[in-house]
């Protein structure tokens, strides 16, 4: 079935640092891949999507890769701001009708000034 | 703005009650989903649907039922609340079945005593 692996936090990073944040999927076929940002108190909002392989997505600073031959879509940021701290998830679409999702356990993360 | 809007943002409640939990949607999507989200296991789908009075069981479905009597409104219902039903409930949409953004509500986390 299909499914996403996401790195094990929380991740903590001082103001500026660098971010990747690794997601990897199993799935058949094609996916469409996502990343969902849930800031506190908030529900989750599309930070950045790939539709088809070697697509990039990117918004905010974020950016993500859809690399089919290493089933991954890992999140970057080169310079992160303390309005980042938040919880990431990534997701993929599954197949079939109807416009379903399957989402990684999330992942924390905490920039200190 | 899509906007998604959950009844209550906190709701205790105590075992056995029946709980309702209410979204509503203004943009008129067609598919809307409930999930849960707990710490260690990101978001499960409880429930969805792709048309008024249509329903499709998640991941997760027992314990829980749900209606959808108009196109705007998707309602989540545990019928005899426990406490191991103690979590973070999120409402979404989404377009249709060739557009997978989905659109999230602020939450509503409940507490069963």
């Known amino acids: 079935g299909n499914s996403v692996t996401q790195m094990e936090g929380p991740v903590t990073l001082s103001e500026e640092a660098f971010l990747t944040i690794n997601c990897t999927y199993t799935?058949?076929?094609?996916?469409?891949l996502f990343w969902y940002v849930q800031y506190p108190g908030e529900g989750l909002q599309l930070l950045l999507k790939?539709?088809?392989?070697?697509d990039k997505g990117s918004n905010k600073g974020f950016e993500a890769t859809y690399r089919k031959e290493t089933t991954s879509f890992h999140l970057e940021k080169g310079s992160v701001q303390v309005s980042d701290s938040a919880v990431y998830f990534c997701a993929l679409r599954r197949g079939g009708a109807n416009s379903k999702l399957t989402f990684g356990k999330g992942i924390t993360l905490s920039v200190r000034p | 703005d899509v906007k998604v809007t959950q009844s209550s943002r906190y709701l205790v409640k105590r075992t056995g009650e029946k709980v309702f939990l209410e979204c509503v949607q203004d943009m008129d999507h067609e598919n809307m989903f409930w999930y849960r989200q707990d710490p260690g296991l990101g978001l499960r789908l409880i429930y969805f649907s792709y048309d008024v009075k249509m329903k499709e069981k998640g991941d997760i479905p027992e314990g829980y039922s749900v209606s959808r009597e108009k196109k705007e409104r998707f309602s989540l219902i545990l019928e005899s609340a426990s406490t191991n039903q103690t979590s973070m409930y999120l409402c979404?949409?989404?377009?249709?079945?060739?557009?997978?953004?989905?659109?999230f509500g602020p939450g509503t986390r409940l507490t069963v005593t």
């Open positions: 979404a949409s989404s377009l249709g079945s060739t557009v997978y953004e989905q659109y």
């Open positions: 790939a539709t088809k392989a070697d």
């Open positions: 799935a058949t076929g094609y996916p469409s």
